[in-house]
């Protein structure tokens, strides 16, 4: 059973930083292509970036080029996005995925799998 869970998010000031996490079982880590989103109330979930299964490639969503890293570390089955300068219109709840696509572009892997999420607020 494919389990992934996300931590670090919380309060935080504009122009602050966070690292967020997400844990994977379940699945052979490495071989997943892993991304990043997020949702506001009313809205559709939004992509936010997503890494390679080996880490060599990454995808950023224009709104948070610059301000965004992801990362993983498949020896802790973890992945990570860093986001810096952070700004009100970053809060959401962000989700971490899996993608079990092999081929094609990262940016159009389609996940299969999807963590329960957590929340970002950030104040100004």
């Known amino acids: 059973q494919v389990q992934l869970v996300e931590s670090g998010g919380g309060l935080v000031q504009a122009g602050g930083s966070l690292r967020l996490s997400c844990a994977a079982s379940g699945l052979t880590f490495s071989l997943y292509r892993m991304g990043w989103f997020r949702q506001v109330p009313g809205k559709e979930r939004a992509f936010v970036a997503a890494?390679?299964?080996?880490?060599?490639?990454?995808y950023y969503a224009d709104s948070v080029k610059g301000r965004a890293t992801i990362s993983r570390d498949n020896a802790k089955n973890t992945v990570y996005l860093q986001m810096n300068s952070l700004k009100p219109e970053d809060t959401a709840v962000y989700y971490c995925?899996?993608?079990?696509?092999?081929?094609?572009?990262?940016?159009?892997?389609?996940?299969?799998?999807w963590g329960q999420g957590t929340q970002v607020t950030v104040s100004s």
């Open positions: 890494i390679s299964g080996s880490g060599g490639i990454t």
């Open positions: 995925a899996a993608s079990s696509d092999r081929a094609g572009l990262l940016r159009n892997a389609v996940y299969n799998y």
